[in-house]
């Protein structure tokens, strides 16, 4: 009974190490995908191309947005989670304007999936 405990203690102990943390723009995640997918298929420099300051000003979160991401330093889109949405969705509802999101997200990462601990805004 007792290495059960024990198990589960240190279960729990590795999972919080693993946190991570990331800062960068919040984005309507489907927008911020359509416009990475958005390439001439036979350009071949499309890293040049790229205007990423333009894709996250189109692909700024609304009060009607429902899937987030945040956008990593080489224009990466991390999806949050459910419960990452819905905290980001409470932080853009409470916003007073409706400009490009900076946040900083805690959580542990699954791919290009975030499952979100906390979410705050930066000033």
């Known amino acids: 009974m007792q290495f059960?405990?024990?198990?589960?203690?240190l279960g729990l102990a590795s999972?919080?190490?693993?946190?991570?943390?990331?800062?960068?723009p919040l984005?309507?995640?489907k927008c911020y995908g359509a416009?990475?997918?958005?390439?001439?298929?036979?350009?071949?420099?499309?890293?040049?191309?790229?205007?990423r300051g333009y894709e996250i000003q189109y692909c700024s979160p609304t009060r009607k947005t429902k899937r987030f991401a945040i956008v990593g330093p080489e224009g990466e889109?991390?999806?949050?989670?459910?419960?990452g949405n819905t905290k980001a969705a409470h932080l853009v509802r409470s916003a007073k304007k409706r400009t490009p999101f900076a946040?900083?997200?805690t959580g542990a990462r699954a791919g290009n999936r975030?499952?979100?601990d906390s979410i705050t805004a930066q000033r």
């Open 103 to 105: 946040v900083t997200v």
């Open 77 to 83: 889109r991390l999806k949050l989670d459910d419960a």
């Open 35 to 51: 416009e990475q997918r958005n390439v001439n298929p036979t350009d071949t420099q499309t890293a040049v191309d790229v205007d």
């Open 15 to 24: 999972t919080a190490c693993f946190a991570e943390t990331w800062s960068g």
């Open 27 to 29: 984005v309507d995640s």
């Open 114 to 116: 975030v499952q979100v």
């Open 4 to 9: 059960v405990r024990f198990a589960m203690l």
